[in-house]
């Protein structure tokens, strides 16, 4: 059983810099295909990247593009979120996921959820 545990999360103000950090558990790291979403308050989860098993392919949905960086070290079994220039939109629990196939945008592709960590903008 795989377990994925997020940190890094906290307040920041608008056009700061955050790194998220998620440590993987319990299976092969390498294995699995990664990702990141995020959930504002009385919105629904939402793809944010993807990185693939070598870390070759990074995926990022259009509003971060430029400003967040995914990758991955397969050695500490530990996949990142580097977030630059940050927006108040940008506001939410920002969630580590992990499957075995492939770099999906929907979340019922992935198999393995962390617990979450909170990230706030002030403007």
């Known amino acids: 059983q795989v377990q994925l545990v997020e940190s890094g999360g906290g307040l920041v103000q608008a056009g700061g810099s955050l790194r998220l950090s998620c440590a993987s558990s319990g299976g092969t790291f390498s294995n699995y295909v990664m990702g990141w979403f995020r959930q504002a308050p009385g919105k629904d989860r939402e793809f944010v990247a993807a990185?693939?098993?070598?870390?070759?392919?990074?995926d990022y949905t259009d509003s971060v593009k430029g400003r967040f960086t995914i990758s991955r070290d397969n050695a500490k079994n530990t996949v990142y979120l580097q977030m630059n220039t940050l927006k108040p939109e940008d506001t939410a629990v920002y969630y580590c996921?992990?499957?075995?196939?492939?770099?999906?945008?929907?979340?019922?592709?992935?198999?393995?959820w962390g617990q979450g960590t909170q990230v706030t903008v002030s403007s």
């Open positions: 990185i693939s098993r070598s870390g070759s392919s990074p």
């Open positions: 996921a992990a499957n075995r196939r492939s770099t999906y945008v929907s979340s019922s592709g992935y198999d393995y």
